[in-house]
């Protein structure tokens, strides 16, 4: 199963959710009826109106627009970004000028990661607890957080890390973080019903006159019966988030072995929590909130998000000899003391040089979680690419400031003079430190391929997770002046532009709908015309019907191919194409995605502009891809 089938499982999944969730709550609007009845029953005025169907309606109705409405504005609360719940966990972000080794080491296999799999590097946050714990929080891949905590720093592994890290990787890949956030929200919504009763209780307890003929005992059982039914009801919810959170777990360690190949990593994890005397336990009071997001339990109740370590284990190692090893005595900082590691060491990324063999093992050009070898060969490649990044490039990925201004000088035009143009703009919509830090990076950019330019977005994207509304919109001033200056648009300036686009996008909708529902052929002619853009640029001068058709017959094999003439694929053509394919579904996406590798692999070597266009259009449609893999 791979990211498009997750993405539609989660869809169909969220749909069985919410009716589940109805039901519960039509279990609780006939417990609330059956109290409001009791309850005037004893009004004269109003004892006609007592176990009627009336009544009843009403009751429901209420229920369902008060729940609606709590779990609504919980959701959005939660939708603003991973940040929003890394900060209620107490997290530290972890910044990339931290020299300590631990933190250096967790922010290059997120790196690595991000890389591999396509989306954006998250930021890492640090929370200051000694249980072996992690999580990802966000609605989408491009608002994701990873939070670790110093007990997972402290006692992990390298190798160890990386497989908690591929675990919350997957979650974000299988979109199980908006499944999370609407169920916290949902089960929000339901407790309301027993603060409304406590808030009754408290009314009546802070009443100083008592009169027997007003009933005030009466409201007091009102109180008490909602505050039951709020926990009743919130109970049940968490049943099944519980029993949902249980299943995803098993499906991340599952997706996480995939994704690196490897499961001593997962399992060594696993191992270290159960030999811990402080296993996975989080102290935060609102850890109970987001106790379905974790690595691991965080916390010991009777709604258990996690399934027992030992059988996590045993599922992805039957022969395993339940042995946990005593983590008590572990220290991977004393491990980085004796061996001498320091700050210098970890600027190039703290790995080894990965040798080319390990490249060639793949024929394949798509991060696809079928194909063993190439997923074998995926972290490897990430690895390289980071690799071979100059260090004082990687560095302008640090901060939002610089951040910026690399991204604004792989908009600069070859031209002198065009380029002396977009400088005097850039200092009269952003500032002359602006313009002179873009400058200073402009010439280091000749220097590397197009993966390594887009490895670098990547990570540079990450950081305009900390612009204000303001900041975001200057920004996005002067990326539309860079690329509108020259008059001319130019492939990698409509890739750049399409990636950015998206980060904005979900900058300042970060809860908006990523996928649709319609399917392939409803969309063909767009589909047609992205394959078409592939095969007449990408081919250089050779034929580029073959490669078409080639595609074109994965998509369906239904309809006659039709290869788009050249000046048909035009850059606003593609722009509206694109805009009517994001409606596609993630499995409609994921066979187009499929049908520009078929056409790519035709020739079997991915070539720097097929690299951008199909940056540029998995960018679009929300679906993140790997490096591709120039095959000679």
């Known amino acids: ?71 609504l504005s919980k959701i959005k609360e939660l939708s603003g970004g991973g940040w929003v719940i890394a900060n209620a966990l107490g997290g530290q972000l972890i910044t990339a000028q931290a020299e300590n080794p631990l933190k250096r080491r967790i922010l290059n296999v997120v790196d690595e990661m991000a890389i591999a799999s396509g989306i954006t590097v998250p930021p890492v946050y640090l929370i200051e607890e000694n249980g072996i714990n992690a999580f990802a929080a966000g609605f989408s891949p491009e608002d994701a957080v990873i939070g670790v905590t110093a007990g997972c720093l402290e006692k992990l592994n390298r190798q160890q890390l990386q497989g908690v890290m591929a675990h919350e990787f997957s979650h974000i890949l299988n979109g199980d973080m908006r499944i999370n956030i609407r169920l916290s929200g949902i089960i929000f919504g339901i407790v309301c019903i027993a ?10 307890r802070e009443s100083r006159y008592r009169d027997e003929e007003d009933n005030d005992s009466r409201w007091y059982i009102l109180g008490l019966g909602l505050f039951f039914i709020g926990i009743v009801g919130g109970y049940l919810g968490a049943m099944v988030r519980s029993a949902v959170s249980r299943q995803r777990e098993y499906l991340a360690d599952a997706s996480a072995i995939q994704f690196t190949r490897n499961s001593d990593g997962i399992i060594g994890a696993l191992e270290c929590i159960g030999g811990f005397s402080k296993g996975s336990k989080i102290w935060n009071p609102r850890a109970r909130e987001f106790c379905h997001m974790f690595f691991g339990p965080c916390m010991k109740n009777l709604l258990a998000t996690h399934p027992p370590l030992v059988k996590r284990i045993k599922r992805i190692n039957p022969n395993w000899n339940q042995t946990f090893p005593n983590t008590n005595k572990r220290s991977e900082g004393k491990v980085f003391e004796n061996q001498n590691f320091n700050f210098s060491q970890f600027k190039n990324d703290e790995t080894k040089k990965v040798t080319q063999d390990i490249i060639k093992t793949s024929r394949s050009t798509i991060v696809r979680l079928q194909n063993q070898n190439f997923k074998k060969a995926t972290l490897a490649y990430s690895r390289k690419i980071l690799n071979k990044i100059p260090y004082d490039l990687k560095k302008r990925t640090e901060d939002p400031f610089s951040s910026s201004c690399l991204l604004f000088a792989m908009l600069l035009d070859q031209d002198q003079l065009v380029r002396k143009k977009q400088i005097k703009k850039i200092i009269s919509l952003a500032n002359s430190n602006s313009s002179n830090y873009t400058q ?21 994207g990450s950081q305009l997770l900390q612009f204000s509304p303001r900041q975001l919109e200057i920004f996005g001033s002067v990326i539309n002046m860079l690329i509108k200056e020259d ?27 990523l996928h649709g529902r319609m399917k392939v052929l409803s969309r063909l002619s767009e589909c047609s015309l992205i394959l078409g853009a592939l095969s007449h640029f990408g081919q250089g001068h050779s034929d580029p019907k ?25 850059f606003s053509k593609l722009d509206l194409a694109l805009n009517r394919l994001t409606a596609l579904s993630p499995l409609a ?44």
């Open 195 to 204: 603060r409304i009763g406590q808030s009754i209780m408290d009314s009546c």
């Open 1 to 71: 199963m791979d990211f498009f089938e997750h993405q539609s499982r989660a869809k169909s999944n969220s749909v069985k959710l919410y009716f589940l969730f109805s039901f519960i709550v039509i279990i609780i609007s006939l417990l609330v009826f059956c109290l409001l009845s009791w309850f005037i029953q004893a009004d004269k005025d109003f004892k006609d109106f007592a176990w009627t169907p009336s009544l009843l309606i009403i009751t429901t109705l209420t229920l369902f627009t008060l729940i609606i409405s709590v779990s």
């Open 589 to 632: 996406k994921r066979t187009l995605i499929e049908a520009c590798e078929q056409t790519i692999q035709h020739d079997e070597e991915a070539t720097d502009i097929e690299i951008q266009i199909i940056r540029g259009v998995a960018s679009s449609l929300a679906c993140p891809i790997g490096p591709l893999l120039k095959i000679k």
């Open 440 to 460: 200073k990076i402009y010439p280091r950019l000749e220097t590397i391929s197009c993966e390594e330019k887009f490895a670098l977005i990547e990570k540079a």
């Open 487 to 513: 008059n001319k648009l130019q492939l990698f300036e409509w890739s750049l532009f399409k990636v950015i686009e998206n980060k904005i996008k979900h900058q300042k909708k970060p809860g908006h709908s």
């Open 546 to 570: 073959p490669s078409f058709t080639k595609g074109f017959e994965h998509l369906t094999l239904k309809r006659k191919p039709r290869l788009p003439k050249k000046e048909d694929c035009t």
